[in-house]
């Protein structure tokens, strides 16, 4: 039913620029959020940026200006702009969704897609 694709991952240079996106389809019919997760070698995911319906962000604070993140409505994607990349950054990032559908609303999250900052 419900699937989220991710993409833009790959290797960059530190000071670097990349940007993911991450784009639902299926019988969707809101999503009260879109976000990021990562999770670094040896460590355990945790929360990069969200957006919600109303387009409020938070971020986490090791991204917090430099890192933005977006939405499409229209297209429902969700966008994490990611400047002046650190080594630190290195890490598979995921999509999370909440989900709204004609029989249920929960979370659903993308497959991930892999950032490498190296010089």
């Known amino acids: 039913q419900v699937q989220l694709v991710e993409s833009g991952g790959g290797l960059v240079q530190p000071g670097g620029s990349l940007r993911l996106s991450c784009a639902a389809s299926?019988?969707?019919?809101?999503?009260?959020?879109m976000g990021w997760y990562r999770q670094a070698p040896g460590k355990e995911r945790e929360l990069v940026a969200v957006v919600t319906n109303d387009g409020s962000t938070n971020y986490a604070d090791s991204v917090k200006g430099r890192f933005t993140t977006s939405r499409d409505n229209a297209k429902n994607t969700v966008y994490l702009q990611m400047n002046n990349l650190k080594s630190e950054d290195t890490a598979v990032y995921y999509c999370?969704?909440?989900?709204?559908?004609?029989?249920?609303?929960?979370?659903?999250w993308g497959k991930g897609t892999l950032v490498t900052v190296s010089s």
């Open positions: 999370k969704a909440q989900i709204r559908t004609i029989w249920s609303r929960m979370d659903y």
């Open positions: 299926g019988s969707i019919r809101g999503i009260p959020y």
